[in-house]
């Protein structure tokens, strides 16, 4: 069973971060295969790996992970740097338009609320046009109404630019934005949910799971 064929996923319990390393590439599988965008990961070295997650990824934690001294648009366009690609200001600055920080562009995480510094991560995720977006938990630190308009704005990129995203998390409402629902038990998936989602039905069947 392939998860990355999938728009977006959520899984839960336990599992669920190793789940997201071996999927990212940052741990490698004792069995199974994992495949992005066609590519074998077990075939590649680590540098290869690197370069993968670089180029065809991107995270969103939970804990933002800003660089504190740089700006919103310099955070912005760190991974192309890191990669050795000009960073176009037109190309950062359509990437804060896309998550309605056009206006803060020049701010620092420390002039940014919770919701904002999300959204910069999320265009720092986006900037490179990756393959499949894995989320760790990405409202965790989000109030509820900061949360609900993260999660609109993440399902938007889903809806309208075909985005494939894998998220992680134990709220039923946050996982009721997505398109398929993976329940996980001691490392295994122990049941899925498809189709027209309420976080009552993923709540009623998260505690049949359990």
């Given amino acids: 069973?392939?998860?990355?064929?999938?728009?977006?996923?959520?899984?839960?319990?336990?599992?669920?971060?190793?789940?997201?390393?071996?999927?990212?590439?940052?741990?490698?599988?004792?069995?199974?295969?994992?495949?992005?965008?066609g590519t074998d990961l077990?075939?590649?070295?680590?540098q290869g790996l690197t370069?993968?997650?670089?180029?065809?990824?991107?995270?969103?934690?939970?804990?933002?992970?800003?660089?504190?001294a740089l700006t919103a648009e310099q955070n912005v366009a760190l991974p192309l740097r890191l990669?050795?690609?000009?960073?176009?200001?037109?190309?950062?600055?359509?990437?804060?338009?896309?998550?309605?920080?056009?206006?803060?562009?020049?701010h620092r995480p420390s002039g940014l609320s919770g919701?904002?510094?999300?959204?910069?991560a999320i265009a720092r995720a986006l900037i490179t046009r990756p393959a499949v977006i894995f989320a760790d938990e990405p409202t965790g630190q989000l109030d509820t109404q900061t949360s609900r308009q993260v999660l609109s704005m993440l399902r938007g990129l889903?809806?309208?630019?075909g985005q494939t995203m894998?998220?992680?998390?134990h709220d039923p409402v946050t996982a009721s934005y997505a398109d398929r629902v993976l329940y996980l038990?001691?490392?295994?998936?122990?049941?899925?949910l498809t189709g027209a989602l309420t976080a009552e039905t993923i709540a009623t069947r998260m505690a049949g799971t359990c």
Avoid: W, Y
């Fill in 166 to 169: 894998i998220m992680v998390t």
């Fill in 158 to 161: 889903v809806d309208d630019h």
């Fill in 115 to 120: 919701g904002e510094q999300q959204r910069v």
């Fill in 51 to 68: 370069v993968l997650r670089r180029e065809r990824i991107g995270f969103v934690f939970q804990a933002f992970n800003l660089v504190s």
């Fill in 185 to 192: 038990e001691d490392g295994r998936v122990v049941d899925e």
């Fill in 42 to 46: 077990g075939s590649l070295t680590e």
């Fill in 83 to 106: 990669a050795g690609r000009r960073a176009a200001p037109d190309l950062i600055h359509r990437a804060l338009a896309e998550v309605g920080l056009a206006d803060r562009a020049r």
């Fill in 1 to 37: 069973m392939s998860i990355f064929s999938q728009r977006s996923g959520i899984t839960k319990r336990l599992g669920k971060s190793t789940l997201l390393h071996c999927a990212a590439g940052l741990d490698r599988p004792t069995d199974g295969t994992v495949v992005i965008d």
